[in-house]
Structure formats: C-alpha cells, structure tokens
C-alpha cells in the first residue's frame, strides 16, 4: 500500500502547468491514511482467533465469518462511500494484498481442519 502510493506521488508534478510550485498542506497525509487502514486490517484479522473454539471451528459459515466478516463489512462501506473516492483512490484504499494473504491463511486453516476430523 505504501509502495502504491510512493508510485503515485513520482508520477504527480510538483509544479504546475504555468511553472509556479504546487503548495500541498497535507504532504503525508496519505502515507498516514495508509498506515491506518493497515492498523484497521491487524483489528479486523483479531475475531480468526475465535476459531480457537470448538464450536466456531466445527461450523465453516461461522469460520469463515470469523476470517473474514469484519473484512466484508470494510468493503460494503468502502463501495457505498465508492462517489467520493477517484479510480487510484480506491485502489489504494483496498488491501487487495492482505486479503489474498488471509484468504490463503483460511484455505490452509480449512484443509488443517479437515485432515484433523
């Protein structure tokens, strides 16, 4: 996600067309937004440690809501707020990387699971 957005930044001109320097009063704003999206995402991974119950472990619906409900709820409000966001914007606000790492994480918790019973 900072990797985005540092490649963002290299293809934004500090200066205007006219020549005269674009004054930004919120420089790192985004790197800040950034990082608390990553804080949000390490909060939503928290309720998978619900699978440490048997009864949540046992039923792949309330498992999987466990991986992944607080992930979806993100989502549903990220596509709802879609109007105010621009194309790049809504790239960057996704963490498409570590939801393919969870998504991974909970196929190889599913197998474990079923090998086990």
């Not at 928290?46 to 409900?69: D, M, Q, T």
Request: charged share 15%; proline share 4%.
């Amino acid at each position: 996600m900072i990797g985005f957005l540092v490649f963002i930044d290299m293809q934004t001109p500090d200066y205007y067309e006219d020549g005269t320097p674009k004054m930004n009063c919120f420089g790192g704003l985004q790197y800040g937004i950034a990082i608390g999206i990553q804080l949000l995402i390490i909060i939503a991974n928290l309720p998978a440690f619900l699978n440490l119950l048997k009864p949540i472990r046992e039923n792949k619906y309330l498992s999987f809501l466990a991986f992944f409900g607080i992930h979806f709820l993100y989502l549903i409000f990220i596509i709802v707020s879609l109007s105010e966001f621009s194309g790049e914007e809504f790239l960057m606000i996704i963490p498409w990387v570590n939801w393919l790492f969870w998504g991974y994480y909970y196929l190889k918790f599913r197998k474990i699971i079923s090998i086990k019973f």
